[in-house]
Nanobody, 125 residues
Framework: QVQLVESGGGLVQAGGSLRLSCAAS????????MGWFRQAPGKEREFVAA????????YYADSVKGRFTISRDNAKNTMLLQMNNLKPEDTAVYHC??????????????????WGQGTQVTVSS
């Protein structure tokens, strides 16, 4: 069974930074694209960032571009999301996800078949 576990969430003031981590197990990590999604209360899950198998390609939602950076370390089976200049609208539960083999559009939630349980990020104003 593939398992994804997020960590690093917490409470931070607007303008601050957090770094989220995702630890993966149960498969060959380097064979799969990975992504971060977030879901705020009463809202649908939305795409945040994604990274290709090797880490050579990255993709970001317009709302976080220039503030967030996604990366991965295939040797350690981990994925990171560095979040800078956080805003109150970034408040949400952040989930990491592993993409299906052969997935082409990593911005789409349907491209992922395994999900972590999420970590809470709260940004105060």
């Amino acid at each position: 069974q593939v398992q994804l576990v997020e960590s690093g969430g917490g409470l931070v003031q607007a303008g601050g930074s957090l770094r989220l981590s995702c630890a993966a197990s149960g498969r060959t990590f380097s064979s799969y694209g990975m992504g971060w999604f977030r879901q705020a209360p009463g809202k649908e899950r939305e795409f945040v960032a994604a990274i290709t198998r090797s880490g050579a390609g990255t993709y970001y939602a317009d709302s976080v571009k220039g503030r967030f950076t996604i990366s991965r370390d295939n040797a350690k089976n981990t994925m990171l999301l560095q979040m800078n200049n956080l805003k109150p609208e970034d408040t949400a539960v952040y989930h990491c996800a592993s993409a299906r083999l052969g997935a082409l559009v990593l911005r789409n939630v349907g491209s992922y078949d395994y999900w972590g349980q999420g970590t809470q990020v709260t940004v105060s104003s």
